[in-house]
């Protein structure tokens, strides 16, 4: 099996929670560094898109160049979106970020779109998210079933409006009503189309009772792989990963997609991000 290795825009730059600092660098540096690491493509998300100004045709298509000439396939854009919104306008703004996001990656050439499931917001912190299972409860006069039928309906305009394109949602598991496997199952398997795949993202199941159990759910739909890594120790929490047994069970099911780097560590990205390379080419022996 031979996996090719993605970068997530994401390690280069953690919005101020990393000694990198604040400051956004450009789109190219972080091309420029996929580069010099060796690695095949990376991932945007639309934020660093945003803050570089890159959200109008003419600048995607010269960023598109720019990736060509230098070998570095553009991988997937992540929107920033969320169908868990109580009103019927909040829930069409949120479903035309996503719908720009396709259209972003349209012109990109990137063919996929991470796409979320949604969270109601009323935990406040990250350790109680944690304590409740990954999950969130609903506001008040509404249901989690209410939550779900959104999100169901969200993605699957958004797969039908994807595949027109020719570009992929993944749906990841990223908590409130993706804190969960079967949470992410039951939205994936609604929407049913074969423009919806998933992206599983290894350090966001460390919550649950047997979090590789929570992983091979997504194995028989999986387009996409993000592997935390964690030089310096977690910059919120650390998920013990097993990176060897991970390869063994992407092995059994075949997967020959993207494997990206998302470093969610205290180290400096200079450092955690070629450390984060070899510990995942290591296991996975691409």
């Known amino acids: 099996m031979t996996n090719k290795i993605a970068i997530s825009s994401y390690s280069f730059h953690r919005f101020g929670g990393g000694p990198e600092g604040a400051e956004t660098p450009t789109i190219e540096s972080m ?43 553009p991988v997937t854009v992540a929107a920033s979106h969320n169908p868990v919104q109580t009103t019927p306008e909040g829930r069409r703004r949120e479903q035309d970020k996503l719908l720009r996001t396709v259209d972003h ?20 912190s990250f350790p109680e998210m944690l304590a409740n299972n990954g999950e969130e409860p609903p506001k008040e006069g509404f249901t989690i079933d209410q939550s779900y039928d959104w999100a169901i309906e969200a993605l699957t305009e958004a797969a039908t409006y994807a595949g027109e394109r020719g570009v992929t949602l993944v749906l990841e598991n990223h908590w409130g009503l993706t804190g969960t496997a079967d949470g992410c199952v039951r939205i994936h398997d609604a929407v049913a189309s074969p423009w919806l795949k998933y992206v599983l993202d290894t350090g966001n199941f460390l919550h649950r009772p047997d979090q590789y159990a929570e992983m091979a759910k997504f194995l028989p739909d999986l387009a996409v792989l993000h592997a935390k890594v964690y030089a310096g120790g977690g910059l919120l929490v650390e998920a013990d990963l097993d990176y060897g047994r991970i390869a063994g069970m992407l092995k059994d099911v075949g997967f020959s997609g993207y494997i990206s780097i998302e470093f969610e560590g205290k180290a400096h990205p200079e450092a955690g991000i070629p450390d984060g390379i070899a510990t995942i080419r290591g296991a996975i022996g691409s």
């Not at 580069?35 to 600048?59: Q, T, W």
Request: aromatic residues 10%; charged residues 20%.
């Open 31 to 73: 091309i420029d560094g996929c580069v010099s690491y060796g690695v095949d493509g990376i991932e945007f998300l639309v934020e660093h898109l945003e803050r570089n100004d890159k959200l109008n045709p003419p600048a995607l298509h010269e960023l598109k160049q720019y990736l060509a000439i230098r070998g570095i396939s």
């Open 105 to 124: 990656a349209y012109e990109l050439g990137a063919p996929f779109v991470r796409a979320h499931g949604g969270r109601w917001h009323t935990l406040a």
